[in-house]
């Protein structure tokens, strides 16, 4: 079996950036390995990953790297001087240590082989036995985006009795989304000390959406999306699953997170294993997936997603949902208790990126990345965003700012609302039914209209707000003006979609009655109780 090297193989493609395109004269690699991607870090504004999870799940582990190479994975390496300081140091030095680089991947670079017959990387080789070969999952299932079994295809066709095979790269990608957002469910059986089974749990950040801080290079954003770490942790003991000496029992339970490097790498629910065509090792022709723990499950603490309350009173992370755009959880990442009553609290990460954010070349901004799926099995849509620089609007930052941010969010939201409810009346108005089956359709039409311009206007009023606290109300937000705007927005959407009913007196007067709602509703009064004359 041919190795292939994930440190220096043709593995992610990098957005280069601008300087980097100049000097180089546009001769640049496409796709590099880990190793040069932390190398050349500063010269990459980010990674062109074309797929959310699978960028999400690329982050998870070159963020334990950047800790590694830069000694920030301990709060305390030796040197006397604070975590916080070590990493503005690094940032001043432009670029993540070569010596750093260069001793870890002496260490490890034989553990990052894709096809290592004894180790390969975040994979199993005992299922090679442990599974039947006769029955093993196949490429399709492998790759997020083909469809297996009886799945809709997303972005081609493919058949399961003549799968096509897979690039070594994409298949690498494809095993790390497993890892993050595989599916519950039936996978191939696995047998261990004499007891078969086939039953998955899902990955830890299935449905979910992470927010990760963006800076200018990839360098930056690295630096920034750094968990300090408690001063308890140990190199020793918070391994990665590639730099632990020995597999995991998969009888037993799992080994639960020691600190930030196992606890963004060593969490999956799923065990893989993937199979190369002989005398070609740049492709995969199946792959085996299964269960990793027969006991248990670890727990869901990961630092990059935004946790909220359920109405049982129990934590859970905000679920991806590709109908909603970022700029409307953005109060609730720039406040530290943005309140409400599902209680969000933002991503763990923020508390430290905070801390880089006014050292950076600008402030950084936060990218949004997930996969819009159920608990089980379905896929729906992939989920991704970006801001501009907002983390200079931070509560901490600018206590004068964040509010208004929130303000602005909860007003752009009320007359999205309003919008929708208003055709949806509309429309049973016209129909004389309580819930006409073409309110859907009307509501998802004034969605679609209202919801992009919100935004717009949205982020054209966020970059108005002042920045120097010289304006004390509200940052300088005119909540009037505001008001007016999202309003338009929304009589925009409402004309627009009732239009066409209002050549009929009977149309005309169910959109007129129901256009109230864009305004609050109609007011009803009580009756003044009648005046009574004491004895």
Same mark, same amino acid.
């Given at each position: 079996?041919?190795?292939?090297?994930?440190?220096?193989?043709?593995?992610?493609?990098?957005?280069?950036?601008?300087?980097?395109?100049?000097?180089?004269?546009?001769?640049?690699?496409?796709?590099?390995?880990?190793?040069?991607?932390?190398?050349?870090?500063?010269?990459?504004?980010?990674?062109?990953?074309?797929?959310? @999870?699978?960028?999400?799940?690329?982050?998870?582990?070159?963020? @334990?790297?950047?800790?590694?190479?830069?000694?920030?994975?301990?709060?305390?390496? =030796?040197?006397?001087?604070?975590?916080?300081?070590?990493?503005?140091?690094?940032?001043?030095?432009?670029?993540?240590?070569?010596?750093?680089?260069?001793?870890?991947?002496?260490?490890?670079?034989?553990?990052?082989?894709?096809?290592? /017959?004894?180790?390969?990387?975040?994979?199993?080789?005992?299922?090679?036995?442990?599974?039947d070969p006769a029955r093993s999952a196949g490429v399709n299932k492998l790759?997020?985006?083909?469809?297996?079994?009886?799945?809709?295809?997303?972005?081609?066709?493919?058949?399961?009795?003549?799968?096509?095979?897979?690039?070594?790269?994409?298949?690498?990608?494809?095993?790390?989304?497993?890892?993050?957002? #595989?599916?519950?469910?039936?996978?191939?059986?696995?047998?261990?000390?004499?007891?078969?089974?086939?039953?998955?749990?899902?990955?830890?950040?299935?449905?979910?959406?992470?927010?990760?801080?963006?800076?200018?290079?990839?360098?930056?954003?690295?630096?920034?999306?750094?968990?300090?770490?408690?001063?308890?942790?140990?190199?020793?003991?918070?391994?990665?699953?590639?730099?632990?000496?020995?597999?995991?029992?998969?009888?037993?339970?799992?080994?639960? @997170?020691? =600190?930030?490097?196992?606890?963004?790498?060593?969490?999956?629910?799923?065990?893989?294993?993937?199979?190369?065509v002989p005398h070609r090792p740049d492709t995969v022709s199946d792959?085996?997936?299964?269960?990793?723990?027969?006991?248990?499950?670890?727990?869901?603490?990961?630092?990059?997603?935004?946790?909220?309350?359920?109405?049982?009173?129990?934590?859970?992370?905000?679920?991806?949902?590709?109908?909603?755009?970022?700029?409307?959880?953005?109060?609730?990442?720039?406040?530290?208790? /943005?309140?409400?009553?599902?209680?969000?609290? &933002?991503?763990?990460?923020?508390?430290?990126?905070?801390?880089?954010?006014?050292?950076?070349?600008?402030?950084?901004?936060?990218?949004?990345? #997930?996969?819009?799926?159920?608990?089980?099995?379905?896929?729906?849509?992939?989920?991704?965003?970006?801001?501009?620089?907002?983390?200079?609007?931070?509560?901490?930052?600018?206590?004068?700012?964040?509010?208004?941010?929130?303000?602005?969010?909860?007003?752009?939201?009320?007359?999205?609302?309003?919008?929708?409810?208003?055709?949806? &009346?509309?429309?049973?108005?016209?129909?004389?039914?309580?819930?006409?089956?073409?309110?859907?359709?009307?509501?998802?039409?004034?969605?679609?209209?209202?919801?992009?311009?919100?935004?717009?206007?949205?982020?054209?009023?966020?970059?108005?707000?002042?920045?120097?606290?010289?304006?004390?109300?509200?940052?300088?937000?005119?909540?009037?003006?505001?008001?007016?705007?999202?309003?338009?927005?929304?009589?925009?959407?409402?004309?627009?979609?009732?239009?066409?009913?209002?050549?009929?007196? &009977?149309?005309?007067?169910?959109?007129?009655?129901?256009?109230?709602?864009?305004?609050?509703?109609?007011?009803?009064?009580?009756?003044?109780?009648?005046?009574?004359?004491?004895?």
């Open positions: 079996m041919h190795p292939y090297p994930l440190d220096t193989a043709a593995l992610l493609p990098p957005r280069w950036a601008p300087d980097a395109l100049a000097a180089a004269k546009g001769d640049l690699p496409e796709r590099v390995g880990l190793r040069t991607v932390l190398e050349r870090s500063h010269e990459i504004s980010a990674l062109a990953i074309t797929e959310p @999870p699978a960028y999400a799940s690329v982050l998870r582990v070159l963020y @334990p790297l950047t800790a590694r190479v830069s000694a920030l994975d301990v709060e305390d390496d =030796g040197s006397g001087i604070d975590w916080s300081e070590r990493r503005l140091d690094i940032l001043e030095a432009g670029r993540l240590p070569a010596e750093g680089i260069d001793a870890y991947f002496t260490a490890w670079a034989h553990r990052f082989d894709l096809f290592d /017959p004894v180790r390969p990387w975040m994979q199993d080789p005992r299922l090679a036995e442990q599974c790759v997020t985006t083909r469809a297996s079994g009886n799945n809709h295809s997303w972005f081609g066709h493919v058949q399961d009795a003549d799968p096509d095979p897979v690039p070594a790269d994409e298949a690498a990608l494809s095993l790390l989304t497993w890892h993050y957002y #595989g599916p519950a469910g039936r996978g191939s059986a696995r047998k261990v000390n004499g007891e078969s089974t086939a039953s998955m749990m899902a990955g830890p950040l299935r449905g979910s959406l992470s927010y990760h801080p963006e800076g200018t290079t990839l360098f930056a954003s690295l630096l920034a999306g750094l968990l300090r770490p408690d001063p308890r942790v140990r190199r020793e003991t918070d391994r990665c699953p590639w730099e632990q000496p020995d597999l995991p029992d998969p009888a037993g339970p799992a080994r639960a @997170p020691q =600190g930030p490097c196992s606890r963004l790498t060593a969490v999956s629910q799923h065990a893989l294993l993937l199979v190369p792959a085996f997936i299964t269960w990793a723990h027969r006991e248990g499950r670890l727990p869901r603490t990961d630092p990059y997603l935004m946790w909220q309350i359920s109405q049982e009173n129990k934590p859970y992370p905000r679920p991806a949902d590709a109908g909603r755009a970022l700029w409307r959880d953005l109060d609730a990442l720039l406040l530290a208790q /943005p309140g409400g009553t599902v209680q969000a609290r &933002r991503p763990e990460v923020f508390d430290s990126a905070l801390e880089l954010s006014d050292a950076c070349e600008r402030p950084l901004a936060v990218r949004a990345l #997930g996969f819009d799926q159920d608990g089980r099995a379905k896929d729906r849509q992939f989920v991704a965003g970006l801001t501009p620089p907002v983390l200079d609007a931070a509560e901490r930052e600018e206590p004068g700012t964040a509010p208004a941010v929130g303000w602005l969010r909860r007003c752009g939201e009320m007359y999205g609302r309003r919008a929708e409810y208003a055709v949806r &009346r509309a429309c049973s108005l016209y129909m004389r039914e309580a819930k006409p089956k073409q309110a859907d359709a009307w509501a998802e039409q004034a969605s679609a209209l209202y919801w992009p311009q919100a935004e717009e206007e949205f982020w054209s009023r966020f970059t108005g707000l002042d920045r120097t606290g010289a304006l004390l109300v509200d940052a300088g937000l005119d909540r009037k003006q505001t008001r007016r705007a999202f309003l338009r927005i929304a009589e925009a959407a409402f004309d627009t979609v009732t239009h066409p009913v209002c050549h009929t007196q &009977r149309g005309a007067r169910a959109v007129a009655d129901a256009r109230t709602e864009l305004y609050g509703g109609r007011r009803t009064t009580r009756p003044a109780a009648a005046a009574t004359t004491p004895a």
